[in-house]
Nanobody, 121 residues
Framework: QVQLVESGGGLVQAGGSLRLSCAASGSIFSINFAAWYRQAPGKQRELVAH???????YYIDSVKGRFTISRDNAKNTVYLQMNSLKPEDTAVYYC???????????????WGQGTQVTVSS
């Protein structure tokens, strides 16, 4: 009923920028909470940043000052602007959203399929 599709990943040199997008579609009443996670090879998936429906934002320390999470409620889309990228940012980035579903209530947690971000040194 709800799908999340990430885009914007790719290969970039250290110091470069990428902007990830996560577009939600389906029977969405509202998105309460949205987050970006990442998983590097051989490592556990980790929370990178989240944003609530009231605009409260959280970042892990390693991306503070470099990444910016934002949302466009009209488009049901969440963004992650990533600047000053480092090789250690290389990972598959996943979008997660807690969604109020029309006719079903919720919130229910949904995940995107992931988008690869590779930062070369």
């Amino acid at each position: 009923q709800v799908q999340l599709v990430e885009s914007g990943g790719g290969l970039v040199q250290a110091g470069g920028s990428l902007r990830l997008s996560c577009a939600a579609s389906g029977s969405i009443f509202s998105i309460n909470f949205a987050a970006w996670y990442r998983q590097a090879p051989g490592k556990q998936r980790e929370l990178v940043a989240h944003i609530t429906s009231t605009g409260t934002i959280y970042y892990i320390d390693s991306v503070k000052g470099r990444f910016t999470i934002s949302r466009d409620n009209a488009k049901n889309t969440v963004y992650l602007q990533m600047n000053s990228l480092k090789p250690e940012d290389t990972a598959v980035y996943y979008c997660n959203a807690h969604v109020q579903v029309v006719g079903r209530g919720g919130p229910y947690s949904y995940w995107g399929q992931g988008t690869q971000v590779t930062v070369s040194s």
